[in-house]
């Protein structure tokens, strides 16, 4: 399995202010049970973030816990997704098509994120398939639910081999 993690929770994930799910799931990447993906737009993004996540991408860089993806591959994804349907709509729902596009490039199928947008984009069967987008969320709330132990444990949400 791996993972991306949208900017949107990196609060979430540190001890002294992070919510128990979030700090299991950052567990759960340091331990390498869930590698964490990386690349493109959302490299920028993550950077970005302050230093404890810059920090931590660090370290999970030097352990052997983050795979990097071609950002021009990412790229040349996320525009594809701004192309308008042949109906005049937009292929996407939330302003994240990089986060998609990451997925696509990488074969990563779990995503935590608390964008209830970006999560019915990563939940369409016409967007993220083979396998389906699971979504690792604390919107409802941020205590370690059974649910989030059930994603951390599955071992099929890396479609490519990404992090095999």
């Known amino acids: ?9 990196v609060s979430e994930l540190w001890e002294g202010g992070g919510t128990a799910a979030g700090q299991a799931f950052r567990k759960a990447v340091e331990q390498g049970r ?5 690349g493109g737009t959302l490299s920028d993004e993550l950077s970005g973030a302050g230093e404890s996540m810059r920090r931590w991408l660090a370290e999970l860089q030097l352990a052997g816990r983050l ?17 308008v349907n042949v109906d005049g709509t937009a292929q996407c729902s939330s302003d994240d098509e990089h986060v998609i596009a990451l997925a696509l490039v990488s074969g990563a199928r779990l995503l ?3 964008d209830a947008a970006l ?5 369409d069967k016409t967007l993220v398939d083979a396998p389906r987008g ?4 604390t919107r409802a709330s941020g205590d370690l639910r059974g649910s989030h132990r059930a ?9 490519r081999g990404a992090a095999s």
């Open 119 to 123: 999560t019915d984009d990563f939940k």
């Open 67 to 83: 795979v990097q993806v071609d950002g021009e591959q990412v790229a040349r994804r996320t525009s594809e997704l701004n192309q």
């Open 1 to 9: 399995m791996c993972a991306i993690v949208d900017v949107n929770v």
């Open 134 to 137: 699971r979504v690792y969320t």
């Open 112 to 114: 935590y994120t608390n």
């Open 34 to 38: 869930v590698p964490l993906v990386l």
């Open 151 to 159: 994603l951390l444990r599955r071992t099929d949400l890396c479609s």
